[in-house]
């Protein structure tokens, strides 16, 4: 791989999970979080009860969002953050704030950790990533 970094690409450590998730640590406004990477989500989403942790500032206008399932979930939207893995950054990041509480109670009696929010493939196509699954890692340009 060390063609994508002579190309500009940032080596980001996955942490797999055995859950068959990948978590990766990234900052959001300069605040460190867990994030489980989700490449069939469509949008980066950050539990809403960490709103005030990752000084997030969501909009008065409430959406839905919809995942896996048939129900749809109240989401805020929050406009113009930072978001970073190492040394690769993006500004004017937009996030959306989801309660988390349903996936994170899914990890908890797997005895998993929980995690800060989900990392979703509208990051994923602005940083152009590829995904080594074989040495765990994501890269980022």
């Known amino acids: 791989m060390q063609f994508l970094i002579e190309n500009d690409f940032h080596k980001i450590k996955l942490h797999f999970m055995k859950s068959n998730h990948y978590k990766v640590i990234a900052k959001i406004n300069g605040i460190k ?40 979930i109240d989401a805020f939207v929050s406009h113009n953050n930072q978001l970073k893995f190492g040394q690769w950054s993006l500004k004017k990041c937009t996030i ?10 899914a990890f908890a009696n797997a005895n998993l950790l929980a995690v800060d929010g989900i990392i979703g493939a509208d990051i994923l196509k602005k940083g152009k990533a590829i995904i080594d699954y074989d040495k765990n890692y994501l890269y980022l340009k």
């Open 96 to 105: 959306a704030l989801i309660d988390l509480d349903p996936i994170n109670t």
């Open 33 to 72: 979080g867990h994030f489980v990477l989700d490449t069939g989500a469509s949008t980066t989403f950050v539990d809403i009860n960490l709103k005030e942790k990752f000084k997030l500032f969501s909009e008065e206008s409430q959406i839905k969002a919809s995942g896996a399932g048939p129900d749809k």
